[in-house]
């Protein structure tokens, strides 16, 4: 008698014979299709890679775009917070990628150049401005960071210079208080170089426009350099007639005893 083995129609798990008509473990065309399948990706992955090479810096340019954008709102909002290291930070990542116009990014440039010299870092401020392209500076307002800066950093011909084109593009549009500024930084200047003649030509460029200013002041105070005292005193009179109370009324009174008190020349 022959005996028979469970284990005879069945594989070593219990699963039916591979031999069995009904089941099919390997269908006849699963090889071809992962070939096609695996065929078409890397012929997929050769047209991308082609096509970066040609159109890359096209379909970077946006993200480019977005994340200056970016940094550059971030950099203003932390400067609005006083937070001038982080802003400066924020600007030179943004001029890193690509602006949708020049104007923007020469905006930010320009900001850089303003923390620096609110920062008290004059020669950086310089550095900043001078990195430029005069493309940048179209407006008598984008002189004023800029000229400022060299004058504090002790750059009095350059100073001078800009001063002068700054002055002069801000008379040509009709700007007033563009020209009170440059009148008074270009007082300023005139100081520092010992023209003291064409520093009071100045001033009384921006006093005319500002009567209530400061550059009345500084007209008396190089008035008074020059050995002209009762100007000078006669100036401060006025406007402390002018201008009742406050911290430069307080320096005209100020200056004014000074000068009662100094021996006459």
């Keep these: 008698m022959t005996l028979s083995c469970p284990e005879a129609n069945s594989d070593v798990n219990g699963a039916p014979p591979t031999d069995d008509p009904g089941i099919q473990l390997n269908p006849p065309n699963a090889f071809t299709a992962f070939l096609i399948a695996t065929a078409v990706g890397y ?19 946006g993200i480019d775009r ?3 954008e970016a940094a550059f709102q971030n950099g203003k909002q932390v400067e609005g917070e006083g937070n001038y290291e982080l802003a400066i930070q924020r600007y030179r990542q943004a001029l890193e990628g690509r602006f949708d116009d020049k104007a923007r990014e020469y905006e930010c440039g320009r900001s850089i150049g303003e923390v620096l010299l609110r920062l008290g870092r004059y020669e950086e401020a310089v550095d900043a401005y001078r990195s430029l392209p005069r493309d940048a500076f ?11 800066a060299l004058l504090r950093a002790g ?11 700054w002055l002069g593009k801000a008379q040509a549009v009709g700007d007033k208080q563009q020209c ?5 930084t270009m007082g300023q200047i005139m100081e520092h170089l010992n023209r003291l003649d064409d520093a009071c ?9 500002a009567p209530d200013g400061d550059a009345p002041i500084m007209m008396a ?23 009742k ?6 320096e005209a009174a100020r200056l004014r005893a000074e000068f009662a008190a100094a021996p006459a020349q």
Excluded at 47 to 57: E, I, M, N, R
Excluded at 138 to 148: A, D, E, Q, S
Excluded at 245 to 250: A, R, V
């Design 43 to 61: 012929v997929g992955l050769l047209v991308f890679v082609f096509a970066f090479g040609l159109y890359g810096d096209g379909l970077t340019a």
């Design 66 to 68: 977005a994340c200056a």
């Design 138 to 148: 179209t407006l008598p307002g984008h002189w004023t960071g800029y000229v400022t």
């Design 155 to 165: 750059q009095y011909q350059d100073a001078e210079r800009l001063g002068s084109e």
């Design 180 to 184: 009170i500024w440059a009148g008074a």
């Design 201 to 209: 030509n100045y001033y009384r460029m921006a006093a005319n426009d």
């Design 221 to 243: 105070n190089v008035l008074q350099k020059l050995g002209r005292t009762a100007e000078a005193m006669e100036q401060l009179d006025t406007y402390l007639a002018r201008v």
């Design 245 to 250: 109370s406050g911290p430069l009324h307080e």
